[in-house]
């Protein structure tokens, strides 16, 4: 690492920590029956995990609950073929800042939604979203197992790394979650 990429880090890290330390969360389980509202966040969607993720709300919605995803691109430019999708924002390289805090509206409303569950779909990990995930005010966190994990609930993937394997298993675990 550089030393101004050193830097970049060292003063994100302070602003997370700052903003961190502020939030005010009340985690409580939830499974698919007891939830009424859901956020979806998830990266750098290919043709496949993205037709994964718009099946994954599709589902969602029709068990109830009142979904809105975000997605991040890491990418200068948001493809045209993933813009004007109901009920899916993007955000990609333009709208964070230089040491990756998203500055764009839509994400802060995003991040200030109180979910019942947050489903986070990301196999990559960007520092951009797990600043969006580690500080979301959802009541249970939802996703991968990986190191300095902030979800509540984690599933480890390692055998299948694929955001198709994850839905899976979420449905799985969260079906045997017994409020």
Same mark, same amino acid.
């Given at each position: 690492?550089?030393?101004?990429?050193?830097?970049?880090?060292?003063?994100?890290?302070?602003?997370?920590?700052?903003?961190?330390?502020?939030?005010?969360?009340?985690?409580?389980?939830?499974?698919?029956?007891?939830?009424?509202?859901?956020?979806?966040?998830?990266? &750098?969607?290919?043709?496949?995990?993205?037709?994964?993720?718009? =099946?994954? +709300? /599709?589902?969602? %919605?029709?068990?109830?609950? @009142?979904?809105?995803?975000?997605?991040?691109?890491?990418?200068?430019?948001?493809?045209?073929?993933?813009?004007?999708?109901?009920?899916?924002?993007?955000?990609?390289?333009?709208?964070?800042?230089?040491?990756?805090?998203?500055?764009?509206?839509?994400?802060?409303?995003?991040?200030?939604?109180?979910?019942?569950?947050?489903?986070?779909? &990301?196999?990559?990990?960007?520092?951009?979203?797990?600043?969006? =995930?580690? +500080? /979301?005010?959802? %009541?249970?966190?939802?996703? @991968?197992?990986?190191?300095?994990?902030?979800?509540?609930?984690?599933?480890?993937?390692?055998?299948?790394?694929?955001?198709?394997?994850?839905?899976?298993?979420?449905?799985?675990?969260?079906?045997?979650?017994?409020?």
């Amino acid at each position: 690492m550089s030393y101004i990429e050193n830097i970049k880090s060292k003063i994100g890290k302070y602003h997370f920590n700052n903003r961190l330390k502020k939030l005010k969360r009340q985690v409580n389980t939830h499974n698919l029956k007891t939830a009424q509202t859901a956020g979806i966040l998830f990266n &750098s969607p290919d043709k496949d995990s993205f037709e994964d993720v718009k =099946g994954f +709300l /599709s589902y969602l %919605s029709e068990n109830n609950l @009142k979904v809105i995803a975000l997605g991040y691109i890491p990418a200068k430019k948001i493809p045209e073929h993933f813009l004007m999708r109901k009920g899916i924002n993007f955000y990609c390289k333009k709208d964070i800042n230089w040491y990756n805090k998203p500055k764009n509206g839509v994400i802060e409303e995003f991040i200030n939604q109180e979910f019942d569950i947050l489903f986070d779909l &990301s196999t990559r990990i960007y520092p951009t979203v797990n600043y969006v =995930g580690t +500080l /979301s005010k959802a %009541s249970f966190k939802v996703g @991968k197992l990986c190191k300095n994990s902030y979800q509540d609930l984690t599933i480890d993937i390692s055998k299948n790394n694929s955001v198709a394997y994850l839905i899976e298993q979420i449905k799985h675990y969260l079906n045997l979650l017994n409020n």
